[in-house]
């Protein structure tokens, strides 16, 4: 048993190390002769063991001259934690004492990130969109992506996985299921009065669907198709989209806005943050499985 | 209520980000293009009206997002200048779209054109941001979707160079925003603000007590160093032929013609509105950034010379004529900033122009794109060899055409600039001697008679032009002309959107 | 410089996450190997992030939580939330810069068989020609 | 507290270093995974929770799922099972 499961790790580690021990494909001189470096005016002067190291040693030095710079700047700056920097002024004073009466939330932070600074983070929910349909353009089965070698590879894991035995997997997982739903769904909606919030919350939920995923493939699979998927995430981002052109017209307009802060401290509270917060997560949590899913087998 | 055109900045980045995640879900590369023109013509409009209500009434204005002004909520702000260059980004976007439309459903596959115009929606809503942005916080999320979509336009051809080419473009990419965003947390330790404004004013503040200045000089250092290496000058180009000369024709035309000129024109906003030009000039960096303007200038053209291949002969054309720009900005004066603007205004419609005519030149060779096989590709294409006799000639500097004027001006303001003077008139004049020993030998390639590419075993075809390829050419080469003829009321924008900031 | 060494003992968390950034930036430099890029990458964000909170740290200071909505809320009680805020907007985005680079890697390892960066850009030119 | 915190710094600067010393691209992994926890313990000393839960949940979590099937990938072209794939290709 012991013997196996070593056996195991070592191929786990020969396998992991391949990319290190790989044969040679290219000759040293050829090698050499493409490497773009700030040094190429020396070519032929040096041996090749000896170019190595000056790229070596200018990347030292350049990195040594960077930390050097940024180790003095830190000289000259403010104290930290010093109250009185510059960084408290007006702006902190207004987050943290209006925060509450303008916004609602008892959190600041999503006051700040959600209502105050909505653009920067409907930017970054984009950031997110972008990164998924990157990895789709990349990595989504398609003739020029995937061989038949690849394919029968998929095959046969899948065969693989079939026959292996996961009850420990299995139970575990059963048990452990509601108590990450229930923590991902509590961050989610708990963001504007406790830690957490859309990103983190979405994040947790997005981290049990792959464990989901592991235990019980096929449930998940039925569930998330390509469909679901694409509609949750539409779905968030125009609903988070649209709340935010509300949200900024009527304000830069000086419109009234039906959006009001209710009683700061209750759950349902804070006018848009949870409602943006849900949206967010389930954004994050499909696209997290979309991640994971197209590395793993090209396809939802 | 503030007058409805003021809103017009905000719905045109919502508009385009809109349009970006529709498309997402159409699954289908035609409507995914009609819907990306439907947009650019919108915002193209929008930007037109905003162009003609601020420069008529010579105004700007601030739009805060949401109720909270401005050191505390994101704001917008949208002057002449802004409005300007939306619109010049909408139409050129449009051209090279339109004029590199057949090799887009050539070279991407059927499944992920769609996903291919999500990243061209995306990258006109981060370009626009990084425009009006009046928020430096702001401007750190978009440069990064920004660097991400164009990232994507690269691969989307998805043959081996091009995925190589996407590696070096985002590690490189990646380094100069950690830069930035190490400078922006420096600049807010320090004033305590993100906001421009605020920023403007405390950094004044600073100028004038004399406190902080170590970190103000290394913050402002880090800054242009990671938008140089954003914007390929020149020691930090290494990742640009590459990227721009393996990639499809609209995405090479769009990454030359606008995304480098996205952080420049962000750099020029914090010179402006976070400094002031005079501050910048006190700290020296400016004096570095002519220096290595006219390297790039010099360098990029030599590096041209020696290239046989069409499209990386453009791509190195690119990081010569970005020296040209930082040259204008490194003069460190008004006179030298508007001939930079001017520049980034005319070399977004050339280079798109050169791009997509040699795309459509290299398609009657059979894709070939090297200039040895491109004999007589200009008289098979007579369009696209008149579109890239035209651009060819505005990059070597030939009167009436844009890049005369781009010439004249750098030359006006070197004359006033404190010691950049001769040096200045002497890059330009290299410069311009370089660009023609490579742009002259190519038109006459093209337009010589008989054919070389039957050596590769292709015969030379006809290309009759499509109606897209048309209005790409027409428009941009028209552009090019009216920029080089009727340039005065463009100065005139540039330097009222400049005096504004 | 012992006035420089008591400045540097009072904000250890600037110096350290300037040494880390170091250390990112140079296994970006010298690693050929693109995992290791990508995790000197995301070592040097992690480093910029610490940079960057910890200014916005004031000692003596709590977590911008308020427990008491009811009770009018003190400036002095809390630390600065915003380079929180920006800090947590920059951790989304990096997660979304790793999954592209790792696909990436992913597609370019299936061409190339090899993550060595140069040998990979020797291959590319190799097959241009 | 302090003390704590100083050792958490070094211990970050230890795992830096180590991830990008390490010949194994999986130890590199696992050191990697470390260094996240222990960010997030230091955003928790830094009095942001916010950033400590996220950086949980993203960095340790997220991220090392996605590195784990990248590596699970190339092996799938290479190392055990890869040496029979490579003797086909070629």
Known sequence: MTKNIKERWRQFAAWVNGADSDTPVVTPEEKRAARPHPLRFLHGMLSEKNEMRVYHIFSVVMCLVFTGTLLLTVLYLPTFGGAGNPTENEVMERYVEKGIEEVGATNLISNIILVYRGFDTFGESCVLFLAATCVMILLRKDEKNTTAYDLAERAEDAEIESEENTTVLRSVVRMLMPVILLFGVYVLLNGHLSPGGGFSGGAILGAGLILFENAFGEKVRRFMSEHVYHFIKVAALYFYGFTMIYVFFTGANGLHSIIGTGIPGMIFSAGVIMPINVAVGLEVACTMYAFYAFFSKGEL | MRPFYENLPFLCIFLAMLAGITTSILHSGKWALRISLTALTVIGAASAWLLYATASQNTYFVYAMGKFPSPWGNELRAGPLEAGLALVFCIVMACSLLGGLKDIFEDILPGKQDLYFVMMDMLLASLLSMLYTNDIFTGYVFIEINTIAACAIVMAKDNNQTLVATMRYLVMSLLGSGLFLISLALLYAITGHLLMPQLGESIHALFVSGLYTEPLTVLVGLMVLGLSIKSALFPFHSWLPDAHGSSTTASSAILSGLVLKGYIVLLIKIFYRVFSISEVRSLKITNVLFVLGALAMIMGSVKALQEGHSKRMVAYSSVAQIGYIYLGVGLGIEAGVVAAVFQIIAHAFTKPLLFVSVGALSSTAGHEKKWYYLRGAGRRCKLAGIGFTLGGLSMVGIPLLAGFVTKLYLAQGATLAAWQTAAALAALAVSSVLNAMYYIPAIVQIWSSGSTCQEMGIEPRVRRADPALVVSVLVLGVGVILLGVCYRPVVGVISAGLALL | MSNAIATWSGDYYQVFAIILFGIGFISLLLHKNLIKKIIGLNIMDSSVYLFLTSFGYIDGRVAPIVADPTAPVQMETYINPLPTGLVLTGIVVGVSVTAFSLALTQRLYKKYHTLNLDEILILAKREEV | ?90
């Open chain 4, 1 to 90: 507290m302090e003390l704590f915190t100083i050792l958490l710094l070094v211990g970050l600067v230890v795992c830096a270093v180590s991830a990008s010393l390490a010949k194994n691209l999986l130890s590199t992994l696992l050191i990697y995974m470390a260094f996240s926890l222990m960010m997030s313990m230091i955003w928790l000393l830094l009095q942001a929770p916010d950033l400590a839960i996220t950086e949980a949940a993203v960095g340790a979590g997220v991220d090392t799922v996605l590195f784990l099937l990248t590596l699970k990938t190339i092996h799938a072209l290479k190392g055990t099972r890869s040496d029979k794939s490579h003797d086909e290709k070629h």
